[in-house]
């Protein structure tokens, strides 16, 4: 089955430093993908989606993240984060046949510290 | 604002009981999807309509049911509550409810079932 990883629970920076959040999925075939964010008491908000084209896609807020299909990986990253980043940050697939709706990773829970 | 309305906000029951969480989609979004999340579990796809009609199921329980009326709007019903059905509830619409489409999500419906 289809699945979304995202090996870091929670990411700890400072800020003004730079940050990567990372998303890895299962997939031999062409994705959707896309990172969401939640804010405390808020529902997930679209950052970015990759559907085809350049592998480097940017969002709001100044994120970006890399589409590499060889290592079935879309990681996120922010050159440099402010504290309004605090937030939790969730990776999702889907498949363009159909074959399954929105796959979400468990999240990130990204905190910027002064 | 994402434009997607759930109501209630909070929700407090008893085990046993049903309730009917709201949601009213973007203006102009066809497609309604319903999520749970859970800390245990993540984010959990549940159903999908479009325009009416129900388009994918995902992991949703007999227990559990929904529906989409002709103005687009859509209700989930769930019965026998049982207290690991305590979780925050994501209704989340798109415009062509394909899977290049985003989500746009609604703040949640907290159920705190007791």
């Known amino acids: 089955a289809q699945s979304v990883t995202q090996l870091d629970s929670q990411v700890p920076v400072f800020e003004e430093a730079p940050v990567e959040l990372r998303c890895n999925y299962s997939?031999?075939?062409?994705?959707?993908l896309f990172w969401y964010v939640q804010y405390p008491n808020q529902g997930l908000q679209l950052l970015l989606k990759?559907?085809?084209?350049?592998?480097l896609v940017k969002g709001i807020n100044g994120f970006e993240a890399e589409f590499n299909k060889s290592q079935t990986s879309f990681h996120l990253r922010k050159p440099s984060v402010h504290i309004s980043d605090t937030a939790e940050y969730f990776c999702?697939?889907?498949?363009?046949?159909?074959?399954?709706?929105?796959?979400f990773g468990t999240g990130t829970r990204l905190k910027v510290l002064a | 604002d994402s434009g997607v309305t759930q109501t209630p906000k909070h929700l407090i029951t008893a085990t046993g009981q049903r309730v009917t969480l709201r949601c009213s989609p973007r203006?102009?979004?066809?497609?309604v999807y319903w999520y749970q999340q859970s800390l245990d579990q993540g984010l959990q796809f549940l159903i999908q309509?479009?325009?009416?009609?129900?388009?994918a199921k995902g992991n949703i329980l007999e227990r559990f049911s929904a529906q989409q009326f002709p103005d687009l709007h859509s209700e989930l019903n769930l019965s026998s509550l049982e207290l690991g059905d305590s979780a925050l509830y994501f209704c989340?619409?798109?415009?062509?409810?394909?899977?290049?489409?985003?989500?746009?999500f609604g703040n949640g419906t907290r159920l705190t079932v007791t």
């Open positions: 997939s031999s075939v062409s994705v959707y």
């Open positions: 309509y479009y325009n009416g009609e129900e388009r």
């Open positions: 999702a697939v889907s498949d363009p046949s159909g074959t399954y709706k929105y796959i």
């Open positions: 989340a619409s798109s415009v062509t409810g394909t899977e290049n489409s985003p989500l746009h």
């Open positions: 203006s102009g979004d066809l497609s």
């Open positions: 990759y559907l085809s084209g350049s592998t």
